[in-house]
């Protein structure tokens, strides 16, 4: 869908396929129907919507730019926010969800990031430099969005990490969390700003 629809696409295909997954479910009905039509949308939505915004980028003018951008601002995100953490976070952001993450490391997030996303648009995109600063920030803010919701799909699951459900591919999933949900968003922000700028 992504591929010959793009965006539009995507939005109508998932506005599509959330309802009859939620219907289905509801329809089947016994114990937990509802618990797991949500979970069931939920999945449809997660992953295959989320990831086919890749295939949008791809395509755009200077799409392979656009995914590198998406690419290093999102491992600058995590990667500065697990150094800061890991030697001074003492504030716990989300205690119960995910007891490692701090406020000083989404600090270090928001840091490395402005720095990966202003070089990005700047250099790779050739892009005025502000446009780099929103897109850091909104990227570190989706990336940390992406981090805590699978870190609580985790722990409601009762499961340490996502190849207990998925063999072979949930340490993937684990490292991507926060791509998937940051791919949408540099394809938003870039759209909305890079063609106006």
Known sequence: ???????????????????????????VGGANAVRDAVCAAFVVAWIPFLASFLIVLIQEDQG????????????????????????????????????KKSWEG???????????????????????????????????????VGDLGESLVKRDLQIKDMSQILPGHGGLLDRVDSLLVTVPMVWLVLAALLTTS
């Open 1 to 27: 869908v992504a591929y010959f629809y793009g965006a539009e696409g995507l939005i109508a295909g998932l506005l599509c396929v959330i309802p009859v997954v939620l219907l289905w479910r509801l329809l």
């Open 64 to 99: 392979p730019a656009k995914v590198l951008t998406a690419v290093l601002v999102t491992a600058a995100s995590d990667t500065g926010g697990y150094m800061v953490g890991v030697f001074i976070g003492r504030h716990p952001m989300a205690p119960l969800v995910s007891p």
């Open 106 to 144: 989404f600090g270090g997030s928001i840091v490395v990031s402005l720095i990966f996303a202003i070089a990005c648009v700047v250099f790779l995109l050739d892009g005025p430099w502000w446009v780099g600063v929103v897109l850091g920030v909104l990227a570190t803010l989706s990336a940390t």
